[in-house]
């Protein structure tokens, strides 16, 4: 195996052409590969962000990668690292992750995060475990030895991350009642559904996604033009079914978003409120009424995507939910030399 670094612009085919042969099965490859290049656009256009991606080759051929991803925005001595991809060898991995580690010692990276594919704004983390249940739009595809070859690195930290689903899903609507959607409009609350927004709608959006997120593990805050480019409305428009905005009069203060996965599956992607509204019932709220659009719409199953672990909209119910997929990131401490 060769492992060596290579100019970001050179083997984007190379690095495309190992994730087709790896995933290129599934269902949702195209929109995960369209992601996928978002990241890598992400990291290499990007004036905050200094990309150095690592590859091995057999046989002249990548079978193996890895980037050290440094962003200027993060705490002094942290950095991602992400886009990694190898096969179930320990030696291949071994010299893979030594060359990322070197790579990083020597930029004076004493903290390393991942995997995380540019920012935590784009994929990130690997599959713990599963239930072999197929990849849905959105998730990250990843073998599932990833997790235990990562492990034995002793990160000193682990984050942990689950998708769940609930079919049928009328008990929410039972337990969460339509009383909660009416107190809240009987409280000077609204909730506009739509499928398109407007560029102000859209400004709102980020700005709220900010502050929720700004504690998350991982965050970096993106620039408006970042965001625009993430989520502006055409690409909305072409990822997400349905996005229920939360106004309290006139000034929007949450939202939710859902995405079709097909004609029988509806995801929930997210659900957030400004923290001086949280705990009036407002995410149940939302979550009542995209489960009640959803039941007229004709689905039978709901996913609800990439949770953190602990992260529960009070009172929502979830006891009668199938985690079908954990997930983790992590933290490891470099000794620098």
Request: aromatic letters at 14%; proline letters at 3%.
């Given at each position: 195996?060769?492992?060596?670094?290579?100019?970001?612009?050179?083997?984007?085919?190379?690095?495309?052409?190992?994730?087709?042969?790896?995933?290129?099965?599934?269902?949702?490859?195209?929109?995960?590969?369209?992601?996928?290049?978002?990241?890598?656009?992400?990291?290499t256009d990007n004036e905050n962000i200094t990309f150095y991606p690592v590859a091995g080759f057999e046989n002249g051929k990548m079978s193996a990668h890895a980037a050290l991803i440094i962003d200027k925005r993060l705490p002094a001595g942290e950095a991602f690292f992400g886009f990694l991809e190898f096969p179930n060898d320990v030696s291949v991995f071994s010299a893979l992750w030594s060359s990322l580690i070197k790579e990083a010692r020597n930029k004076g990276i004493s903290a390393l995060k991942g995997p995380v594919n540019g920012s935590i704004w784009h994929q990130y983390r690997c599959?713990?475990?599963?239930?072999?249940?197929?990849?849905?739009?959105?998730?990250?595809?990843?073998?599932?030895?990833?997790?235990?070859?990562?492990?034995?690195?002793?990160?000193?930290?682990?984050?942990?991350?689950?998708?769940?689903?609930?079919?049928?899903?009328?008990?929410?609507?039972?337990?969460?009642?339509?009383?909660?959607?009416?107190?809240?409009?009987?409280?000077?609350?609204?909730?506009?559904?739509?499928?398109?927004?407007?560029?102000?709608?859209?400004?709102?959006?980020?700005?709220?996604?900010?502050?929720?997120?700004?504690?998350?593990?991982?965050?970096?805050?993106?620039?408006?033009?970042?965001?625009?480019?993430?989520?502006?409305?055409?690409?909305?428009?072409?990822?997400?079914?349905?996005?229920?905005?939360?106004?309290?009069?006139?000034?929007?203060?949450?939202?939710?978003?859902?995405?079709?996965?097909?004609?029988?599956?509806?995801?929930?992607?997210?659900?957030?409120?400004?923290?001086?509204?949280?705990?009036?019932?407002?995410?149940?709220?939302?979550?009542?009424?995209?489960?009640?659009?959803?039941?007229?719409?004709?689905?039978?199953?709901?996913?609800?995507?990439?949770?953190?672990?602990?992260?529960?909209?009070?009172?929502?119910?979830?006891?009668?939910?199938?985690?079908?997929?954990?997930?983790?990131?992590?933290?490891?401490?470099?000794?620098?030399?």
């Open positions: 195996m060769d492992i060596k670094t290579y100019k970001p612009d050179t083997p984007d085919k190379e690095l495309i052409e190992l994730l087709r042969e790896k995933y290129g099965k599934n269902n949702d490859f195209d929109y995960f590969l369209s992601d996928f290049k978002k990241s890598l656009n992400f990291c599959i713990k475990e599963t239930n072999q249940n197929p990849f849905f739009k959105a998730e990250p595809f990843c073998e599932t030895y990833y997790y235990d070859f990562l492990t034995s690195n002793k990160p000193a930290k682990e984050i942990l991350y689950y998708s769940a689903s609930r079919e049928p899903f009328d008990i929410v609507l039972r337990i969460i009642g339509e009383g909660a959607y009416d107190k809240i409009t009987n409280s000077g609350f609204s909730i506009k559904v739509t499928k398109s927004i407007t560029l102000d709608e859209l400004r709102t959006i980020a700005h709220i996604s900010k502050i929720v997120f700004h504690d998350s593990w991982g965050y970096t805050e993106l620039d408006e033009q970042e965001f625009m480019q993430l989520f502006s409305s055409e690409k909305l428009a072409a990822h997400l079914s349905t996005l229920y905005l939360l106004y309290k009069g006139d000034e929007m203060i949450g939202f939710c978003s859902t995405s079709k996965e097909n004609d029988y599956t509806l995801i929930c992607k997210t659900i957030a409120v400004l923290s001086p509204y949280q705990g009036l019932g407002l995410g149940n709220a939302l979550a009542y009424k995209f489960h009640l659009d959803a039941k007229k719409e004709g689905f039978k199953k709901i996913i609800y995507a990439l949770i953190r672990e602990g992260n529960n909209v009070k009172n929502f119910p979830k006891d009668d939910t199938v985690i079908f997929r954990r997930y983790a990131a992590f933290e490891f401490k470099l000794e620098l030399i």
